[in-house]
Nanobody
Framework: QVQMVESGGGLVQAGGSLRLSCEGSGNIFVINTMGWYRQAPGKQRELVAVITSGGNTHYADSVKGRFAISRDNNKNTVNLQMNSLKPEDTAVYYC?????????WGQGTQVTVSS
């Protein structure tokens, strides 16, 4: 079993910044992929950014150049630095880890960007 616990999020004005953090615990394999997804009201959950244990990253086109994902393999943590936030970034953000062929999710944290 794996647990993912998120922190960060909140309310920010457009153009501002926020940092999300997530720590994983439990049966986590060394080879894994961690990432962030988001779900806005009335929309499907979508990928924001992922990072492999080897450091390879992938971003959604909508956040390229504004968001940066990073991780600490020793601590099983993943962070998302979000800059130049836009109202359309408003959503519940979920931390995710793919390990041992299984997906595990955090409880979600709300990010609200006011115009």
């Amino acid at each position: 079993q794996v647990q993912m616990v998120e922190s960060g999020g909140g309310l920010v004005q457009a153009g501002g910044s926020l940092r999300l953090s997530c720590e994983g615990s439990g049966n986590i394999f060394v080879i894994n992929t961690m990432g962030w997804y988001r779900q806005a009201p009335g929309k499907q959950r979508e990928l924001v950014a992922v990072i492999t244990s080897g450091g390879n990253t992938h971003y959604a086109d909508s956040v390229k150049g504004r968001f940066a994902i990073s991780r600490d393999n020793n601590k099983n943590t993943v962070n998302l630095q979000m800059n130049s936030l836009k109202p359309e970034d408003t959503a519940v953000y979920y931390c995710n880890i793919l390990t041992g062929g299984l997906n595990y999710w955090g409880q979600g944290t709300q990010v609200t960007v006011s115009s």
